[in-house]
Protein backbone atom coordinates (compact mmCIF):
# COMPACT_ATOMS: atom_id res chain seq x y z
CA UNK A 1 0.00 0.00 0.00
CA UNK A 2 1.56 3.47 -1.21
CA UNK A 3 1.68 6.04 1.38
CA UNK A 4 2.88 9.69 1.60
CA UNK A 5 4.12 11.93 3.81
CA UNK A 6 4.40 15.69 4.16
CA UNK A 7 6.68 17.27 6.23
CA UNK A 8 8.19 20.56 6.76
CA UNK A 9 7.66 23.85 8.67
CA UNK A 10 4.32 24.85 9.59
CA UNK A 11 4.87 28.45 10.29
CA UNK A 12 6.78 30.71 7.38
CA UNK A 13 7.35 34.78 7.96
CA UNK A 14 6.00 36.78 4.79
CA UNK A 15 8.42 37.54 2.08
CA UNK A 16 10.43 34.02 2.99
CA UNK A 17 10.86 30.84 1.72
CA UNK A 18 7.94 27.37 2.16
CA UNK A 19 10.10 23.94 2.12
CA UNK A 20 7.80 20.76 1.93
CA UNK A 21 9.10 17.04 1.62
CA UNK A 22 6.86 14.47 0.62
CA UNK A 23 8.01 10.84 1.97
CA UNK A 24 6.50 7.87 -0.19
CA UNK A 25 6.52 4.02 1.03
CA UNK A 26 5.22 1.20 -0.18
CA UNK A 27 6.17 1.76 -3.66
CA UNK A 28 8.95 3.33 -6.03
CA UNK A 29 9.17 7.03 -6.59
CA UNK A 30 10.51 5.92 -10.16
CA UNK A 31 6.74 5.72 -11.46
CA UNK A 32 4.16 8.07 -12.06
CA UNK A 33 4.03 11.78 -11.48
CA UNK A 34 4.37 13.70 -8.02
CA UNK A 35 2.34 15.95 -7.44
CA UNK A 36 1.89 19.05 -4.69
CA UNK A 37 -2.19 20.34 -4.28
CA UNK A 38 -3.02 22.66 -2.02
CA UNK A 39 -6.31 24.37 -0.16
CA UNK A 40 -6.55 27.43 2.11
CA UNK A 41 -9.00 26.94 4.91
CA UNK A 42 -11.98 26.68 4.09
CA UNK A 43 -11.81 27.00 0.27
CA UNK A 44 -11.12 24.55 -2.55
CA UNK A 45 -8.39 22.71 -3.68
CA UNK A 46 -5.64 24.61 -6.24
CA UNK A 47 -3.17 22.16 -8.23
CA UNK A 48 0.79 23.28 -7.87
CA UNK A 49 2.30 21.04 -10.11
CA UNK A 50 3.79 17.75 -10.29
CA UNK A 51 7.82 16.23 -10.97
CA UNK A 52 8.86 13.04 -12.34
CA UNK A 53 11.52 10.86 -10.96
CA UNK A 54 13.91 12.06 -13.66
CA UNK A 55 13.52 15.51 -12.51
CA UNK A 56 10.81 17.03 -14.97
CA UNK A 57 8.65 19.20 -13.85
CA UNK A 58 5.30 20.90 -15.16
CA UNK A 59 3.74 24.02 -12.34
CA UNK A 60 0.32 25.74 -12.64
CA UNK A 61 1.05 29.22 -14.04
CA UNK A 62 -0.40 30.60 -11.49
CA UNK A 63 2.53 29.90 -9.34
CA UNK A 64 5.27 29.75 -11.51
CA UNK A 65 7.63 31.94 -10.90
CA UNK A 66 7.72 31.19 -7.23
CA UNK A 67 7.72 27.07 -7.46
CA UNK A 68 10.22 24.60 -7.58
CA UNK A 69 10.12 21.29 -7.21
CA UNK A 70 12.93 18.74 -7.14
CA UNK A 71 13.45 14.94 -6.48
CA UNK A 72 15.69 12.53 -4.29
CA UNK A 73 15.40 8.75 -5.98
CA UNK A 74 17.49 7.49 -3.38
CA UNK A 75 15.14 8.39 -0.43
CA UNK A 76 12.05 8.33 -2.11
CA UNK A 77 11.26 11.74 -1.83
CA UNK A 78 10.12 15.14 -3.54
CA UNK A 79 9.88 18.66 -2.54
CA UNK A 80 8.30 21.41 -2.88
CA UNK A 81 10.05 24.92 -2.44
CA UNK A 82 8.02 28.47 -2.69
CA UNK A 83 9.30 31.81 -2.56
CA UNK A 84 8.31 35.04 -1.41
CA UNK A 85 5.54 33.77 0.37
CA UNK A 86 2.67 36.32 1.53
CA UNK A 87 -0.39 35.36 3.66
CA UNK A 88 -2.31 34.02 0.74
CA UNK A 89 -0.11 30.76 0.62
CA UNK A 90 -1.39 30.09 4.21
CA UNK A 91 -3.53 26.63 3.34
CA UNK A 92 -2.87 23.17 3.84
CA UNK A 93 -0.36 21.49 1.15
CA UNK A 94 -1.03 18.13 0.41
CA UNK A 95 1.36 15.94 -1.87
CA UNK A 96 -0.34 13.42 -4.48
CA UNK A 97 0.53 10.73 -6.61
CA UNK A 98 -1.11 10.99 -10.12
CA UNK A 99 -1.59 7.38 -11.74
CA UNK A 100 -0.02 7.21 -15.79
CA UNK A 101 -3.15 5.63 -16.72
CA UNK A 102 -6.97 5.69 -14.77
CA UNK A 103 -7.74 9.33 -16.12
CA UNK A 104 -4.29 10.10 -14.53
CA UNK A 105 -6.39 10.88 -11.58
CA UNK A 106 -4.52 11.45 -8.00
CA UNK A 107 -4.84 8.06 -6.49
CA UNK A 108 -2.77 8.30 -3.30
CA UNK A 109 -2.26 11.54 -1.26
CA UNK A 110 -0.53 12.62 1.64
CA UNK A 111 -2.62 13.66 5.11
CA UNK A 112 -1.68 17.05 4.49
CA UNK A 113 0.03 19.86 6.55
CA UNK A 114 -1.20 23.14 7.31
CA UNK A 115 1.18 25.89 6.53
CA UNK A 116 0.81 29.21 7.78
CA UNK A 117 2.46 32.53 6.73
CA UNK A 118 2.51 35.11 9.52
CA UNK A 119 5.71 36.91 11.03
CA UNK B 1 -6.95 26.84 -17.89
CA UNK B 2 -10.14 24.95 -18.34
CA UNK B 3 -12.69 26.38 -15.99
CA UNK B 4 -14.82 23.63 -13.57
CA UNK B 5 -17.98 24.69 -12.27
CA UNK B 6 -20.11 22.47 -10.30
CA UNK B 7 -23.65 22.67 -8.79
CA UNK B 8 -24.81 22.94 -5.95
CA UNK B 9 -22.18 24.91 -3.94
CA UNK B 10 -23.99 23.16 -1.14
CA UNK B 11 -27.04 20.96 -0.47
CA UNK B 12 -29.17 19.35 2.03
CA UNK B 13 -30.92 16.16 1.96
CA UNK B 14 -31.97 13.39 4.33
CA UNK B 15 -30.29 9.59 4.72
CA UNK B 16 -31.91 7.56 1.38
CA UNK B 17 -32.10 10.49 -0.65
CA UNK B 18 -30.97 10.50 -4.35
CA UNK B 19 -28.74 13.00 -4.37
CA UNK B 20 -27.26 14.56 -8.25
CA UNK B 21 -24.13 16.82 -7.83
CA UNK B 22 -23.08 18.85 -11.61
CA UNK B 23 -19.67 19.39 -12.90
CA UNK B 24 -19.26 21.94 -16.20
CA UNK B 25 -16.22 22.26 -17.77
CA UNK B 26 -15.27 25.32 -20.18
CA UNK B 27 -14.45 23.54 -23.35
CA UNK B 28 -14.57 19.86 -24.32
CA UNK B 29 -12.48 17.47 -21.66
CA UNK B 30 -13.49 14.01 -22.99
CA UNK B 31 -13.88 11.63 -20.09
CA UNK B 32 -10.96 13.11 -18.22
CA UNK B 33 -13.18 14.03 -15.37
CA UNK B 34 -12.86 12.55 -11.62
CA UNK B 35 -14.56 12.99 -8.42
CA UNK B 36 -13.06 12.97 -4.88
CA UNK B 37 -14.77 13.19 -1.13
CA UNK B 38 -13.69 15.05 1.28
CA UNK B 39 -14.37 14.80 5.04
CA UNK B 40 -13.32 17.54 7.45
CA UNK B 41 -9.57 17.22 8.03
CA UNK B 42 -9.08 14.73 5.97
CA UNK B 43 -7.34 14.77 2.47
CA UNK B 44 -9.29 13.80 -0.84
CA UNK B 45 -10.41 10.64 -1.59
CA UNK B 46 -10.63 9.42 -5.57
CA UNK B 47 -14.11 7.86 -5.89
CA UNK B 48 -14.83 8.05 -9.55
CA UNK B 49 -12.19 8.29 -12.46
CA UNK B 50 -12.49 8.42 -16.18
CA UNK B 51 -16.10 10.26 -15.81
CA UNK B 52 -17.68 6.80 -14.65
CA UNK B 53 -15.29 4.46 -13.65
CA UNK B 54 -16.01 3.64 -10.18
CA UNK B 55 -12.51 3.51 -7.53
CA UNK B 56 -12.15 -0.06 -5.79
CA UNK B 57 -13.92 -0.31 -2.39
CA UNK B 58 -16.31 2.70 -2.94
CA UNK B 59 -19.73 1.42 -2.47
CA UNK B 60 -21.75 1.16 -5.81
CA UNK B 61 -24.18 3.78 -4.80
CA UNK B 62 -21.49 6.00 -5.95
CA UNK B 63 -21.80 6.36 -9.83
CA UNK B 64 -20.78 9.06 -12.30
CA UNK B 65 -22.12 10.14 -15.86
CA UNK B 66 -20.98 12.39 -18.87
CA UNK B 67 -18.57 13.33 -21.43
CA UNK B 68 -17.33 16.44 -22.75
CA UNK B 69 -18.49 19.22 -20.66
CA UNK B 70 -21.07 18.22 -18.90
CA UNK B 71 -21.00 15.66 -15.71
CA UNK B 72 -22.93 14.04 -12.96
CA UNK B 73 -21.78 12.74 -10.03
CA UNK B 74 -24.69 10.49 -8.42
CA UNK B 75 -25.57 8.90 -4.93
CA UNK B 76 -28.51 6.54 -5.29
CA UNK B 77 -29.38 6.24 -1.54
CA UNK B 78 -27.44 8.81 1.33
CA UNK B 79 -25.54 7.12 3.32
CA UNK B 80 -24.71 8.88 7.09
CA UNK B 81 -20.94 8.36 5.97
CA UNK B 82 -21.69 10.40 2.87
CA UNK B 83 -21.98 13.35 4.28
CA UNK B 84 -18.53 15.34 3.13
CA UNK B 85 -17.36 17.71 0.53
CA UNK B 86 -16.91 16.66 -3.38
CA UNK B 87 -14.76 17.98 -6.17
CA UNK B 88 -14.27 17.39 -9.59
CA UNK B 89 -11.26 17.46 -11.20
CA UNK B 90 -10.39 17.69 -14.73
CA UNK B 91 -7.31 15.77 -15.99
CA UNK B 92 -7.53 16.79 -19.65
CA UNK B 93 -4.65 19.64 -20.09
CA UNK B 94 -2.38 21.44 -17.86
CA UNK B 95 -2.81 22.90 -15.48
CA UNK B 96 -4.88 20.66 -13.56
CA UNK B 97 -8.36 22.39 -12.40
CA UNK B 98 -10.65 21.47 -9.46
CA UNK B 99 -14.33 22.81 -9.53
CA UNK B 100 -15.15 24.99 -6.41
CA UNK B 101 -16.59 21.91 -4.53
CA UNK B 102 -20.43 20.90 -2.99
CA UNK B 103 -21.04 20.27 0.62
CA UNK B 104 -23.61 17.40 1.35
CA UNK B 105 -24.86 18.54 4.67
CA UNK B 106 -27.41 16.47 7.35
CA UNK B 107 -31.19 17.44 6.41
Known amino acids: QVQLQESGPGLVKPSETLSLTCTVS????????WNWIRQPPGKGLEWIGY???????SYNPSLNSRVTMSVDTSKNQFSLQVTSVTAADTAVYYC?????????????WGQGTLVTVSS | DIQMTQSPFSLSASVGARVTITCRAS??????LNWYQQKPGKAPKRLIY???SLQSGVPSRFSGSGSGTDFTLTISSLQPEDFAAYYC?????????FGGGTKVEIK
Open chain 2, 50 to 52: GAS
Open chain 1, 51 to 57: IYHTGRT
Open chain 2, 89 to 97: QQSYKSPLT
Open chain 1, 26 to 33: GGSINTYS
Open chain 1, 96 to 108: ARKCGSDSYSFDY
Open chain 2, 27 to 32: QNITSF
